[in-house]
């Protein structure tokens, strides 16, 4: 079967059936699997077709933010359109995975390379890019590398790795990093669609973003809507880890249960007192409400998204508001250190959180927390602070008997990050 990445009707009729799509090629999938299982895919340029199925898919961004897809290219396409003097775009995939409980973009990109790649190239003829990037985490550098020099039509991909930090994967410190080596965010106020990388139109893309583009191109968004629901169409990745459990990947329907989803990872609920949903820029669940869907709709009632697609577990005996200090101070020190709110409010937050932890403070703290976390949103270049403070409020809603427990001194639990 050969699709085409735009201009023609994607064929549905050798599609992975079932919630299995990312993987359907096998474990450390070569070339020759790849193809086999999915089909070639020819790319072409220009043409409305990639377009008008991504549109049709309803594809969001799996990096965290949650943006539509075909909204973005088309962003890019415009200002390549609108330029004066002509400057081709430049197509980013993002396998940074600065996330620390996720892992779901290494395992894609060791297992299922190729469809990075066919997404890359895909979105990268629709937009008339001439430079491609595959900005990837040290561990999977290597799976590329690989993948990249089994194929004849990757020459204009270059391979570029990230650093190890929780804000590397942002967009801007992924253009910055490609650009001078430093991967830090910056303060933009003009989109990186209209000007990123050498003030070219930049598309940055997640890279399991970019291997549903692949499968779309092929099978057609009516296909990829047949799994999840609305906002939540397709499937997603997703990590499970935390209370003990072996960290593990599950590609899932946009509309699964989180209850279902740590079954299917043998995890039994009953093991659990809450799950961190989305990253550690996420929203707690408490145990009680673990039959809510994994999606944007059903998870904004609690403040949350499905973000970077992280489950990560407090068990049963463990302090949510001990773990909660933990990770605060954790993305406090990740902190670029650029915008004063940034880096010494997450400092103060840290430490009420801290306080508030060891039963220690007294009741003026919470309200200081949640003081302090409202006057951190949106003063800073990027999202960090924003995420740091929307984590701490879920915390303190979350944990709410525990907050009391222990202003009086007593809670028993015990923090495990
Ligand atoms: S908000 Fe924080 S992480 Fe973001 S750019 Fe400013 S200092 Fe860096």
């Given amino acids: 079967m050969t699709a085409t990445g735009s201009g023609t009707v994607p064929n549905p009729t050798s599609a992975p059936e079932g919630p299995v799509r990312l993987f359907a090629a096998g474990a450390d999938a070569g070339y020759s699997a790849h193809r086999e299982t999915y089909g070639h895919l020819e790319i072409v340029k220009g043409g409305p077709g990639l377009r008008a199925e991504l549109e049709r898919s309803g594809l969001e961004g799996r990096g965290g933010a949650g943006f539509s897809t075909a909204r973005k290219i088309d962003a890019a396409r415009q200002s390549v359109s609108d330029r004066m003097f002509p400057a081709s775009a430049v197509?980013?995939?993002?396998?940074?995975?600065?996330?620390?409980?996720?892992?779901?973009?290494?395992?894609?990109?060791?297992?299922?390379?190729?469809?990075?790649?066919?997404?890359?190239?895909?979105?990268?003829?629709?937009?008339?890019?001439?430079?491609?990037?595959?900005?990837?985490?040290?561990?999977?550098?290597?799976?590329?590398?690989?993948?990249?020099?089994?194929?004849?039509?990757?020459?204009?991909?270059?391979?570029?790795?990230?650093?190890?930090?929780?804000?590397?994967?942002?967009?801007?410190?992924?253009?910055?990093?490609i650009e001078n080596g430093i991967a830090l965010p910056t303060d933009r106020t003009v989109r990186l669609t209209t000007s990123g990388l050498r003030a070219r139109p930049t598309l940055v893309h997640n890279v399991e973003t970019l291997a549903h583009v692949a499968l779309i191109a092929r099978f057609g968004g009516d296909w990829f809507r047949s799994e999840g629901v609305g906002g939540d169409a397709g499937t997603r990745l997703v990590t499970v880890s935390g209370a003990g459990q072996r960290e593990r990947v599950l590609e899932v329907p946009g509309d699964a249960r989180i209850s279902d989803i740590l079954e299917a990872a043998g995890v039994s609920t009953s093991v659990v007192s809450a799950v961190?949903?989305?990253?550690?820029?996420?929203?707690?669940?408490?145990?009680?409400?673990?039959?809510?869907?994994?999606?944007?709709?059903?998870?904004a009632p609690y403040g949350g998204r499905p973000g970077a697609g992280v489950l990560f577990l407090l068990a049963r005996d463990e302090c949510g508001l001990q773990v909660t200090a933990s990770i605060t101070r954790y993305l406090a020190e990740e902190s670029a250190g650029q915008c004063g709110p940034c880096l010494y409010g997450?400092?103060?937050?840290?430490?009420?959180?801290?306080?508030?932890?060891?039963?220690?403070?007294?009741?003026?703290?919470?309200?200081?927390?949640?003081?302090?976390?409202?006057?951190?949103?949106?003063?800073?270049?990027?999202?960090?602070?924003?995420?740091?403070?929307?984590?701490?409020?879920?915390?303190?809603?979350?944990?709410?008997?525990?907050?009391?427990?222990?202003?009086?001194?007593?809670c028993r639990r015990t923090a495990r990050v």
Wanted: glycine share 10%; proline share 3%.
């Fill in 91 to 177: 197509v980013i995939a993002n396998g940074a995975e600065g996330e620390p409980r996720s892992i779901k973009d290494s395992t894609l990109l060791r297992h299922s390379p190729h469809l990075v790649i066919d997404g890359l190239l895909a979105t990268a003829a629709l937009v008339g890019a001439s430079r491609m990037y595959l900005y990837s985490s040290p561990e999977s550098l290597g799976a590329l590398r690989s993948a990249l020099a089994e194929r004849r039509d990757t020459r204009r991909i270059t391979l570029v790795q990230a650093k190890e930090t929780f804000i590397s994967g942002e967009a801007s410190a992924v253009v910055n990093a």
């Fill in 276 to 299: 961190l949903v989305g990253g550690y820029h996420g929203t707690w669940i408490p145990a009680d409400d673990l039959s809510v869907v994994l999606s944007k709709a059903a998870l």
């Fill in 346 to 410: 997450l400092d103060a937050l840290a430490t009420l959180m801290e306080r508030i932890a060891s039963g220690r403070g007294d009741h003026g703290l919470r309200r200081e927390a949640e003081r302090l976390g409202l006057s951190l949103i949106g003063r800073g270049s990027c999202h960090h602070p924003d995420g740091t403070a929307g984590l701490v409020q879920s915390a303190l809603s979350a944990f709410a008997s525990d907050v009391e427990a222990h202003l009086t001194g007593r």
